[in-house]
């Protein structure tokens, strides 16, 4: 028979567990655009240049901002974004969706 209290005490620190894991929003826009694109298995030297995490982080930064750090809104935003883009087949990038988003609210 389980005893309860190693149960409780498994639990919690499962728990505590899940909590280290979640990341900060940046990085989950980062890490949600990557996985987007089908970009998030690729070999290490393919994250240089217009792939580059400062790059993006930099990009999700403004994202965030300009979505008033709503991270829900901005993951809404990445997957609007790769829905246009695959209709309308062009390339997109995280700038592009607070590019738009900016545009959008000026009118």
């Known amino acids: ?7 409780i005490k498994r639990t919690i620190i499962k ?4 909590e280290k894991k979640k990341l900060n929003p940046i990085h989950e826009i980062v ?3 990557y996985i987007i694109r089908g970009k998030h298995k690729m070999p290490k ?6 792939w580059g995490y400062s790059k993006l982080a930099r990009e ?3 994202l965030y ?4 750090e709503n991270i829900s809104d901005c993951l809404w ?3 609007r974004m790769n829905y246009e883009s695959t209709k309308g087949s062009y390339d ?4 592009t969706c607070y590019k738009k988003e900016k545009l959008h609210r000026s009118n």
């Open 77 to 79: 935003a990445l997957d």
């Open 1 to 7: 028979m389980i005893d309860i209290k190693e149960a």
């Open 65 to 68: 901002a300009v979505y008033n």
């Open 92 to 95: 997109w990038s995280i700038s």
């Open 15 to 18: 728990f505590q567990k899940d």
């Open 45 to 50: 030297e393919f994250y240089a240049g217009r």
């Open 60 to 62: 999700a930064k403004k």
């Open 31 to 33: 890490n949600t655009f």
